[in-house]
């Protein structure tokens, strides 16, 4: 039985805007509804300091903004822009619309999460079911563990990144890959 959905503003949202191969995407993730904007930006600038080792230094990592729980709005918050870490080299084919997706689950409702985000950098190889397992990348084993380190190591309840139930999720061992299209996806 499917759970009842809650309200997309559930929690404090919090969008890292960033580009890739030169297209300019938001990565978004959630912090509990007792998060202020000073645990955002901490928890923004962690991520953001992950997505950097993953992107091309031709793209950046450009702003952050949040919106406290129950709102309808965002505003900008402190955040360091930086540009990505590794020497360009992306897909050949249609590279500006490659994502990967994080996902988990929540350790207390079940409730499923996923992280997407947009990188054109290319990977030793595309796996043919779409999907990272552990060991077939190790660039992604490593991106995907220092995500999940995030959430694992929060210094604080207010910093612990959650689903939108407000609850701690767990982080899947394998990471998907797709190039933003249905087929992708429904092949899983």
Do not use: C
Not at 50 to 70: F, I, Q
Not at 84 to 103: I, K, N, V
Not at 122 to 138: C, K
């Amino acid at each position: 039985m499917p759970l009842p959905p809650l309200p997309d503003n559930n929690t404090v949202r919090v969008w890292i805007k960033y580009t890739s191969v030169g297209t300019v995407h938001e990565f978004m993730f959630r912090l509990p509804e007792t998060a202020g904007v000073t645990d955002a930006e901490s928890v923004a600038n962690d991520v953001a300091d992950v997505l950097a080792l993953r992107m091309s230094n031709t793209d950046s990592l450009l702003s952050a903004r949040w919106s406290p729980a129950g709102s309808a709005f965002s505003v900008p918050i402190a955040f360091t822009s930086r540009t990505g870490t590794l020497t360009q080299s992306t897909w050949a084919q249609d590279p500006e619309s490659t994502e990967l997706a994080m996902t988990g689950r929540s350790f207390d409702d079940g409730r499923k999460v996923a992280w997407y985000f947009f990188t054109g950098q290319q990977t030793t190889g595309w796996p043919a079911d779409n999907r990272y397992n552990p060991g077939e990348s190790g660039v992604i084993d490593t991106f995907r563990i220092n995500f999940a380190g995030i959430i694992s190591g929060a210094s604080s309840p207010e910093r612990q990144i959650v689903t939108i139930s407000g609850t701690i999720p767990s982080v899947n061992a394998y990471v998907n890959i797709r190039q933003n299209g249905y087929w992708q996806s429904a092949q899983r």
